[in-house]
């Protein structure tokens, strides 16, 4: 495979790169004073820190508060999909193998499949999901990403030179090809690791065909695994994190930048793709990533795992910006929304904790648990804070993957894999309504300039 060559400045080339960035430094610094000013609301948020109210929808509702008396006051966190019940629709599927087929259904087309329609959609999703030898030999083998999700954008924007309509965005064909995208995602997150393992790493290659009759979660395991097995408890697990990660409100950042993209009337490729690269963001996907290695470095400091004062100390720190990464933040504790809970967080904690005791890691997750009721008392009080904060999803999330022996090269591509889903519930809501294109406004805070020939420009 060839190789391309990175191009090294020479010291004059690089003395003057060091001026042009100066330069762009200071043209870029804006008085944060004119944002209180000028009434902006950055972020598109306000001032408590909630986001402004851009679009309508009916895909999912989140939930946070409660009205007492005309007031409106902290509650535990409520998802719904489709008016559906995040809780209710977990219960209503314990036991079944294809839950997160059976909630993409639900995102898709409004309502939950009577067991013909299910078959019938299973049995459509089960043959988009196979990647031909031509793509995964021509896009997916040659030159691996070491980041899977700029892969997996990679791979998703090319998917359009193997579809014979790939312009047409009317709503027919706009579903057909989400279909067929929400299908391979986990069959090119899983092919996109072992390639670089292969190429990159001189790793043995595994490449395993997606098996008709298993579940999403079912083939994540399989594809992934060298010998292919995998315990029920296992994939039920992960069939619970993707049916949560699946949706979340349209004002998520990269389920607005689905809705934002598609207003301009792009295809489908290049909607969806600039969604996963709002996901791969470290503030948005990669959230659970950064709470492993918090609590790895946790973990390495504490001489007693039960020593809640040793702990509340060693999280102080982190507060103070003197432990972990210097930033000041517990990863995993705290909302944009939820204060009570989140429910996906209380969900997902209560499998964590059968998956550690079958793997035999109560300890670990003790531990986890410990550290969240701390974090959220200390946080409070560190920051004086007088409405509650919880914890969110991403705090046990990727203790979850972590216990599945899912890489961490691969935690925020599986929460893509799951958000395909509603990613294109909210660009078939988008095209349906035929919504304008979605163009905010920035004020202009810099002074206009009289127009000089270069013979006339200081040196």
Not at 12 to 24: I, K, R
Not at 385 to 412: H, M, Q, R, W
């Amino acid at each position: 495979m060839n190789q391309v060559e990175v191009i090294h400045f020479e010291k004059s080339q690089s003395d003057l790169f060091n001026e042009l960035y100066n330069n762009a430094m200071l043209s870029g610094i804006i008085d944060v004073n004119l944002y209180e000013e000028f009434g902006v609301m950055r972020g598109l948020r306000d001032s408590n820190g909630k986001g402004v109210l851009a679009g309508l929808t009916e895909i999912s509702d989140v939930i946070a508060t409660k009205n007492v008396d005309g007031k409106k006051l902290p509650d535990n966190g409520s998802l719904y999909y489709q008016g559906y019940n995040v809780y209710d629709l977990i219960n209503g599927m314990k036991g079944k193998r294809f839950a997160f087929e059976e909630t993409t259904y639900l995102l898709l087309f409004g309502e939950l499949p009577n067991e013909k329609q299910f078959e019938q959609f299973k049995d459509i999703m089960s043959n988009f999901c196979r990647l031909s030898t031509a793509f995964t030999r021509d896009v997916i083998m040659k030159a691996p990403s070491e980041n899977i999700m700029n892969g997996l954008q990679r791979s998703l924007l090319t998917l359009y030179s193997y579809d014979d309509n790939p312009e047409d965005i009317s709503a027919a064909n706009v579903l057909r090809q989400s279909m067929q995208i929400i299908a391979k995602m986990s069959v090119m997150a899983t092919y996109l690791y072992h390639a670089y393992r292969h190429i990159k790493l001189d790793e043995n290659l595994v490449i395993k065909n997606p098996k008709k009759e298993y579940s999403t979660a079912e083939n994540l395991l399989y594809m992934l695994r060298p010998s292919g097995e995998f315990t029920e408890l296992e994939a039920k697990v992960l069939d619970v994190a993707l049916v949560l990660h699946a949706e979340h409100g349209g004002g998520n950042n990269s389920t607005f930048t689905a809705h934002v993209v598609t207003s301009s009337g792009t295809d489908t490729y290049s909607a969806l793709s600039a969604a996963i690269a709002s996901l791969k963001g470290f503030r948005h996907g990669g959230a659970n990533l950064k709470v492993k290695h918090m609590m790895e470095d946790i973990m390495a400091h504490l001489n007693d795992w039960e020593d809640e004062n040793e702990i509340r100390e060693y999280l102080v720190k982190i507060l103070n910006k003197d432990a972990f990464d210097k930033t000041g933040l517990i990863y995993g504790i705290g909302h944009a929304v939820y204060t009570e809970s989140d429910p996906r967080e209380v969900i997902l904690k209560e499998y964590a904790q059968k998956l550690a005791s079958a793997k035999g890691r109560e300890k670990e997750f003790e531990l986890y648990d410990r550290i969240e009721r701390i974090a959220k008392e200390t946080i409070a009080q560190h920051r004086h804070l007088f409405k509650p904060i919880c914890a969110n999803v991403d705090f046990y999330s990727g203790f979850v993957y972590d216990i599945l022996g899912i890489p961490e090269s691969l935690f925020t591509p599986i929460f893509a894999v799951s958000r395909m889903s509603g990613w294109s519930a909210h660009r078939l809501e988008e095209i349906i309504n035929k919504g304008k294109i979605i163009r905010p406004a920035y004020k202009y805070v810099g002074v206009h300039k009289e127009y000089r020939a270069m013979d006339f420009r200081k040196i």
